[in-house]
């Protein structure tokens, strides 16, 4: 009776402790996990600096001004620094008005390289 009890314990446990280890790893501010892209998110690579009007601009390898905004990710911490983040992009670019995309930041990390000013 006891070694029944015990294999039913083992067989309804093991399977809640594993699905509950098995989930999606959320996106992380700073060092750690790997990044990972959710639902309409991209992943940009750029120089992050501010522009006259105090906003904050990613200017990534192209020269594409993307203007960024988070209140979950503390922007300043970063700025002069080439970094790479993740963001759900508001508006689509426009080349001939020279708009830059707006990025709700979700996520940002360091980045190799240098940022030229």
Same mark, same amino acid.
């Given at each position: =009776?006891?070694e029944?009890f015990?294999?039913? $314990?083992v067989?309804l446990? $093991? /399977?809640a402790? #594993?699905? &509950? @280890? +098995?989930?999606? /790893?959320?996106? +992380? @501010?700073?060092?750690?996990? /790997? =990044?990972?892209?959710?639902?309409? @998110?991209?992943?940009?690579? %750029?120089?992050?600096?501010?522009n006259?009007? %105090?906003?904050?601009?990613? #200017?990534?390898?192209?020269?594409?001004?993307?203007?960024l905004y988070?209140s979950?990710v /503390?922007?300043? +911490?970063?700025? %002069? @620094? &080439?970094?790479?983040?993740?963001?759900? *992009?508001?508006?689509?670019?426009?080349t001939?008005?020279g +708009?830059? *995309?707006?990025?709700? #930041?979700?996520?940002? *990390?360091?980045?190799s390289?240098k940022?030229?000013k």
């Open positions: =009776m006891k029944r015990l294999l039913l $314990t067989l446990v $093991t /399977p402790l #594993v699905s &509950s @280890q +098995t989930g999606a /790893p959320k996106a +992380t @501010q700073g060092h750690g996990p /790997p =990044m990972h892209l959710g639902h309409n @998110q991209s992943a940009l690579t %750029g120089c992050l600096l501010k006259p009007h %105090g906003e904050y601009v990613l #200017v990534d390898e192209k020269g594409i001004h993307n203007l988070s979950t /503390p922007l300043d +911490t970063y700025l %002069g @620094q &080439s970094v790479t983040l993740i963001g759900e *992009r508001s508006a689509t670019p426009s001939d008005t +708009t830059a *995309r707006l990025i709700k #930041v979700v996520d940002l *990390r360091p980045a390289g940022c030229s």
